[in-house]
């Protein structure tokens, strides 16, 4: 397994994701709740360690 690229930029409480291919996928954080558009899952920060998630499959 090689190295990775790898970075993320917040513009307010939108998230853009790239790789060493350019842009990836785009997510949205509101408080304890994220989606993100390349998995489409829900997640809810829950307290300590601890998530939630929903995963939405593609059809």
Known sequence: ???QFRKRKK???VILHFTENGFSSWSIKIGRWSWNSNTRAHRVDLPGPLSWKQDKSRA
């Open 11 to 13: 513009y307010g409480p």
């Open 1 to 3: 397994m090689g190295i």
